[in-house]
């Protein structure tokens, strides 16, 4: 069984940080990818930031410049940096890991976290 869980959501205020953490953990071999999206009511989820098993990040044009993407490979974790944030940023905000679980590949998600942003 594979799991991934995310930390780290909550209220802040506009121009504020936060930093999402997600961790994930199972009998997998390996992770090919493992990213950040986010769900605001109303609207479809969508990509916030993610990286590839070969290091290639990708980032939502709505946080280029504002948030940043890291990870710790040891601890199979990837880490969310937000900064100046804005009351459109709120959202849920779900991480993801495509793991190869033999035979396959799987997609996994966490069951998300809320970010909300107040102006």
């Known amino acids: 069984q594979v799991q991934v869980v995310e930390f780290g959501g909550g209220l802040v205020q506009a121009e504020g940080s936060l930093r999402l953490s997600c961790a994930a953990s199972?009998?997998?071999?390996?992770?090919?990818?493992m990213g950040w999206h986010r769900q605001a009511p109303g609207k479809q989820r969508e990509l916030v930031a993610s990286?590839?098993?070969?290091?290639?990040?990708a980032y939502g044009d709505s946080v280029k410049g504002r948030f940043t993407i890291s990870r710790d490979n040891a601890k199979n974790t990837v880490y969310l940096q937000m900064n100046s944030l804005k009351p459109e940023d709120t959202a849920v905000y779900y991480c993801?890991?495509?793991?190869?679980?033999?035979?396959?590949?799987?997609?996994?998600w966490g069951q998300g976290t809320q970010v909300t942003v107040s102006s």
């Open positions: 993801n890991a495509v793991v190869f679980l033999k035979p396959s590949y799987r997609e996994v």
């Open positions: 199972g009998s997998f071999t390996s992770i090919s990818a």
């Open positions: 990286f590839t098993s070969s290091g290639i990040t």
